[in-house]
């Protein structure tokens, strides 16, 4: 990832990849998919929230890139979810 942006009063977050290409993710999805421990079991990746848990208004606050990870901080919630690696592989599953 080369940078991102957020668009839509933080309900889109734009990607621009190394190769040019880019991609639009929404927050609650961003949100619901996030690889934190809260969201997430590290020993085996289980989903550890439901959709029905994420706030219907959830927001992208802040976004940066750090290396290959997309970090994003969300409201109402304001935590730090880490979307790393899963923009990239929403990215190449919709381009098959």
């Not at 961003?30 to 439901?50: H, K």
């Not at 992208?60 to 970090?71: D, K, N, P, Y």
Request: glycine share 4%.
């Amino acid at each position: 990832m080369r940078e991102c942006n957020i668009e839509a009063q933080g309900s889109i977050v734009r990607v621009n990849f190394v190769d040019d290409t880019e991609a639009r993710f929404h927050a609650v999805w961003l949100r619901d998919n996030a690889l934190d421990a809260s969201t997430r079991d590290s020993r085996n990746g289980q989903c550890l929230v439901t959709l029905a848990q994420i706030p219907a208004d959830s927001r992208i606050a802040a976004s940066r890139v750090r290396g290959t990870c997309l970090e994003l901080d969300f409201e109402p919630e304001y935590a730090r979810k880490l979307a790393s690696r899963m923009a990239a592989r929403a990215r190449l599953r919709s381009q098959r």
